[in-house]
């Protein structure tokens, strides 16, 4: 049944963002360390069990994803909003210089044809 799961997951790849088969990555191999928290209350409930494994796979998630760097930007609403004063100043930046190179190679074009006598 594992293997016609992995076939699922690949086949659905296109959708699923990279950081989440690298979280499930981490869960499989961190999987050993997390089994040695389960109690003998598993056996009398195994849903408990079972919520155990999602909470510890929704745990490799977040932690993969950077879930929490996320939320403690946007917390800070001065330090978000600077941030994309300078992204957008860069931005600006790379766009009038864009520019003025492109003004520059039409300039150049338009007087080396005038020497020409075109």
């Known amino acids: 049944m594992n293997s016609e799961f992995e076939d699922k997951i690949q086949s659905k790849s296109d959708a699923v963002r990279s950081d989440a088969f690298l979280a499930k990555r981490k869960f499989d191999s961190e999987k050993d360390a997390f089994d040695d928290l389960s109690t003998a209350d598993d056996e009398y409930y195994p849903e408990l069990a079972e919520l155990r494994h999602e909470i510890k796979l929704m ?60």
Do not use: W
């Open 59 to 118: 745990m490799a998630l977040f932690s993969e994803s950077k879930f929490d760097d996320i939320i403690h930007l946007i917390s800070n609403p001065t330090r978000l909003m600077g941030l994309n004063f300078i992204i957008g100043f860069f931005r600006g930046l790379g766009f009038s210089l864009a520019l003025l190179i492109i003004l520059l190679i039409i300039l150049a074009s338009i007087s080396d044809t005038s020497f020409l006598g075109l």
